[in-house]
């Protein structure tokens, strides 16, 4: 078997694409998107009929609704392919803004919803600000499923099991890329490569806290650099995977071994806690590389999404 069909005996593999004619060569259960994937996707050629159909359809409409019609054509044609979920994203715009971010994951459901779509097929993305977080306790309790995104330090993931969020993306690539960019010229690629990548590490200590905790917030490592660190986290719940490094794994033939499992004892799981507010915020605080990757994050995705804007409104 090649690395991916191996990988897949471990951990449940997710797309992580826009592009859904592509995806089903790899045969992933899920999907992923962000608005910067949909943005890509939607100049492409073969998609812009879709994205002029979506757009001619509501005419006339508030502007953040048409881009959520968009949003919601590409899940529903992304769910003719994966047999499992797919992850629509909030505008980043409103992660500090909890009202506003439940209101907008309602209606995205109910479009799912109006095309014959149940909820638990769709994920809906909010960035881990403790707004975000907030909104998805809510959402969980009223049966909408969160997949909370730009996640990169501990106290996020334990605020998000806190509040019952049926699945968190750790950012490995991103947190790989802040610590390389600290290093310089002393980062020693081979000696921090594998299990000691520090997104790894991170998503590792993540995955062995919520087991050996009883949390049932799902895991999926996200944003990758490079196949290693892919296959140092087999055996996570979920990973999800851009096109280009599930054809690497698709081409490659080398022995993939289980690297995380939920009945091993980690050397460092931390001691069971939570976070209030203000916990939370200075612990996020504390911790320069996620204060700074999250607003980054935020960052890109807000303006992508004001490229998308400018794109709809073009039409």
């Known amino acids: 078997m090649n690395q991916l069909e191996q990988l897949k005996a471990y951990t449940t593999v997710v797309a992580d694409t826009g592009n859904f004619r592509q995806m089903a060569q790899y045969a992933p259960r899920d999907a992923t998107t962000n608005p910067s994937l949909i943005l890509k996707a939607v100049q492409q050629t073969e998609y812009a009929p879709l994205l002029s159909a979506a757009v001619a359809a509501h005419q006339g409409r508030p502007l953040d609704e048409v881009v959520d019609r968009v949003l919601v054509r590409f899940g529903l044609e992304i769910l003719k392919v994966v047999p499992g979920r797919v992850s629509t994203e909030v505008d980043a715009r409103l992660s500090f803004d909890t009202a506003a971010t439940i209101a907008r994951a309602q209606r995205l459901i109910a479009m799912y919803e109006a095309a014959g779509i149940g909820r638990d097929r769709v994920l809906i993305k909010i960035a881990s600000t403790w707004e975000g977080i907030q909104a998805a306790r809510a959402l969980e309790q009223q049966g909408i499923h969160c997949n909370l995104t730009l996640l990169f330090s501990f106290c996020q993931a334990v605020a998000c ?20 960019k600290q290093a310089g010229a002393s980062w020693d690629e081979a000696a921090m490569a594998g299990a000691n990548d520090p997104g790894v590490r991170s998503v590792a200590k993540i995955f062995h806290y919520y087991k050996k905790y009883g949390i049932a917030t799902e895991v999926m490592g996200a944003s ?61 605080n504390e911790d320069a590389m996620a204060t700074e990757k999250l607003a980054e994050g935020i960052r890109l995705f807000a303006a992508d999404a004001v490229k998308l804007d400018a794109l709809i409104q073009g039409r």
């Open 161 to 180: 099991g806190d509040a019952g969020v049926r699945l968190i993306s750790p950012f490995v690539g991103r947190i790989y890329d802040w610590y390389k």
């Open 224 to 284: 990758f650099r490079n196949v290693g660190q892919i296959l140092a986290l087999a055996g996570c719940d979920l990973l999800t995977i851009s096109p280009d490094l599930l054809t690497q794994l698709q081409s490659a033939e080398g022995p993939v071994t289980r690297a995380l499992s939920p009945q091993a004892e980690a050397a460092e799981v931390p001691h069971g806690c939570t976070f209030n507010e203000a916990r939370f915020r200075w612990a996020l």
